[in-house]
């Protein structure tokens, strides 16, 4: 069965501080992994998008690792942000269906 | 550039009464639909897919249906409302070849009472 698990569960950070999401997964035959932010009541909004032979994916202060042996992901997100408190969920493609797999997400919340 | 428009953007609405979500795509054609759910602390949920106008794939057993009457429209409607249909509901494109890389409207927060 294919599945996504994201952790930690939630988290607190102080503005301006720095930290690391972990994504670990099953899905097989893997096609690409997205890292989505979504902020409460709104639908997700795509972070980054890696492949197979990519190993990591910026956009801004947002960077994304991907393992594809291990099956992980990481996104990182540097210098912290109070717009940065958010859900921020983990969605695995395999190749050739349509039937993608979530993760749970991790909530973030970013304090002054 | 694509568009993905989504409403009513909440909706309250009693035990038993009908429902009906409306979503439509601009600029593209011939997406790849989908209905999703969204339950606290739960990854997003398949409900419906559709590949064509009239083509729906059901995922779950529910009391919902969907249905896409024009090319960039997908409507998500339940007869009866159940308690148990309350959430908050997402539907998203994606280009019918590739990737399979969804774009998510804004959702819409069902609450049934």
């Known amino acids: 069965k294919n599945q996504v698990e994201q952790s930690p569960q939630s988290l607190i950070i102080l503005e301006g501080k720095n930290c690391t999401l972990q994504c670990n997964y099953t899905v097989s035959p893997f096609s690409n992994l997205r890292w989505y932010k979504q902020d409460t009541g709104r639908g997700p909004v795509s972070l980054t998008i890696?492949?197979?032979?990519?190993n990591t994916k910026s956009n801004g202060r947002y960077t994304a690792t991907l393992d594809a042996d291990t099956k992980q992901s990481s996104l990182h997100i540097t210098a912290s942000q109070l717009s940065d408190s958010a859900s921020y969920i983990c969605?695995?493609?395999?190749?050739?269906?349509?039937?993608?797999?979530f993760g749970a997400g991790t909530t973030v919340t970013v304090r002054a | 550039s694509q568009t993905i428009h989504q409403w009513p953007a909440t909706l309250v609405q009693p035990v038993g009464s009908p429902l009906s979500l409306e979503c439509t795509v601009e600029g593209t054609s011939n997406p790849n639909l989908y209905w999703y759910r969204q339950a606290a602390g739960r990854g997003l949920q398949l409900l419906f897919y559709s590949v064509g106008i009239g083509q729906i794939s059901s995922e779950v057993p529910q009391n919902l249906s969907a249905s896409r009457p024009q090319d960039r429209q997908f409507i998500l409607s339940s007869k009866k409302l159940l308690l148990s249909d309350s959430g908050f509901y997402l539907c998203?494109?994606?280009?019918?070849?590739?990737?399979?890389?969804?774009?998510f409207g804004a959702g819409s927060r069902l609450t049934v009472l």
């Open positions: 969605v695995v493609s395999p190749w050739g269906d349509y039937k993608l797999s």
């Open positions: 998203a494109w994606s280009i019918s070849s590739g990737a399979n890389v969804l774009t």
């Open positions: 890696m492949t197979f032979s990519e």
